[in-house]
């Protein structure tokens, strides 16, 4: 067997036990339910990673800016993990740990979605800007992997059913793509009718 079979094999056990895991559903649609909410009131969406888990913060960030099946109005979503001179200066100024709470605490309003990234749920830059979203009142959406230590900061944890870094980050994207065509129909639903229909 090759690295890449038993690579694959490994990403598709995982997957099945996302599929079977009633937990996971149930947190998906309370997500769903608290991102449409937030955008219906005219709230915003803030997305926070490290590493390949920014890169994850940004991607989920373009499905909502952009699109993800159909042409529709854009929805507010900001990666704070893109903007260096802030990263860089909150760093310089306040530390690394702060990197986010720093950010939060400035944009963050009463009603937002703080979707907080971190592989092992110990990440202090991520725990910080959690705990500066719940004060903010922020419903605080976490991703994460099996048996997550940051899982008491969540609203909603969803909690990936791996151990395995590179499994948990595969993951992720197949929940935020769900979650982001998920959203995208409640908000529009005549639009994802006719995208349905070609």
Do not use: W
């Amino acid at each position: 067997m090759t690295f890449l079979d038993a690579h694959i094999d490994e990403s598709l056990l995982a997957l099945a036990s996302a599929k079977e895991s009633a937990a996971l559903k149930d947190g998906v649609a309370r997500a769903v339910e608290a991102l449409t909410a937030c955008l219906k009131a005219g709230g915003k969406i803030l997305l926070a990673g490290n590493g390949g888990s920014a890169g994850d913060a940004q991607h989920i960030a373009g499905e909502f800016l952009s699109r993800l099946v159909f042409d529709r109005p854009a929805l507010a979503a900001i990666a704070l993990t893109t903007d260096t001179s802030v990263l860089t200066a909150i760093g310089n100024d306040y530390g690394y740990d702060k990197v986010f709470e720093r950010q939060v605490l400035g944009l963050a309003n009463k009603g937002d979605v703080l979707i907080a990234i971190s592989t092992s749920g110990r990440s202090p830059n991520i725990l910080r800007a959690m705990e500066a979203g719940r004060k903010a009142g922020c419903v605080v959406i976490g991703f994460t992997g099996a048996n997550s230590a940051m899982a008491s900061l969540c609203d909603v944890c969803l909690e990936m059913p791996s151990t395995s870094t590179p499994i948990i980050q595969q993951l992720y994207m197949v929940i935020a793509h769900a979650l982001c065509g998920a959203v995208e129909a409640d908000m529009f639903p005549d639009a994802a009718r006719e995208a349905a229909q070609k």
